[in-house]
């Protein structure tokens, strides 16, 4: 069965401090993975798309990574601002006929001043 | 319109009612998406339009949940003699084709007393 793990279930940082959120994966075969944040009351809007030979991308203070060996994706927020407080929902897409989607149950971020 | 639009934005019901939430796609989207998400976890799947048709149902949890897009736009979940666990908020998402970017809206919060 498809599954999608994150890690931390949550976290609390201090405005301005890194973080790295983590998401452990076993959909097969892989077609793609993204990273949505999604605000409290909001529907997730997509930060990045990761496909199967991709191993960095960034947006802004986000940074993606994928090992697709591994099966592993990375999401490191730089200098974190008080609005970046929200959920970030991992998110892969397989590549069979129906190309499903796989959730994951997110890592709730909180940035405190 | 400009985004995916969900009504109503809150629904609050008495056990056994019957509950209709609407979902209005990003114009042209052919997929449309529909999910349930709990306080604190990932949107969990229920169902997947391609045009008209339900492509997948796989996802509703049993016969008091239904799901229609008779001209392949609009789209309206219904939940027949609601249930306390049916609380939860139900996520709309649109996408140009099968295998794209999914667009979400902002979501209907129901809450079966």
């Known amino acids: 069965k498809n599954q999608v793990e994150q890690s931390p279930q949550s976290l609390i940082i201090l405005e301005g401090k890194n973080c790295t959120l983590q998401?452990?994966?076993?959909?097969?075969?892989?077609?793609?993975l993204r990273w949505y944040k999604q605000d409290t009351g909001r529907g997730p809007v997509s930060l990045t798309i990761m496909t199967f030979s991709e191993n960095t991308k960034s947006n802004g203070r986000y940074t993606a990574t994928l090992d697709a060996d591994t099966k592993q994706s990375s999401l490191h927020i730089t200098a974190s601002q008080l609005s970046d407080s929200a959920s970030y929902i991992c998110?892969?897409?397989?590549?069979?006929?129906?190309?499903?989607?796989?959730f994951g149950g997110g890592t709730r971020l909180m940035v405190k001043p | 319109g400009a985004g995916v639009s969900q009504t109503p934005s809150n629904k609050v019901t008495e056990k056994g009612k019957y509950v209709e939430l609407r979902c209005d796609p990003i114009?042209?989207?052919?997929?449309l998406y529909w999910y349930r998400q709990s306080l604190g976890q990932g949107p969990e799947f229920l169902i997947y339009f391609q045009g008209t048709g339900a492509a997948d149902d796989s996802g509703l949890p049993n016969d008091r949940f239904f799901a229609v897009r008779p001209e392949g736009s609009v789209s309206t979940l219904k939940i027949q003699r609601t249930e306390r666990g049916d609380s939860a908020v139900y996520l709309c998402a649109s996408s140009p084709q099968v295998g794209g970017e999914l667009f979400f809206g902002e979501g209907s919060r129901l809450t079966v007393l």
């Open positions: 998401c452990n994966y076993t959909v097969s075969p892989f077609s793609n």
């Open positions: 114009s042209g989207h052919t997929a």
């Open positions: 998110v892969v897409r397989d590549n069979n006929a129906g190309n499903m989607l796989t």
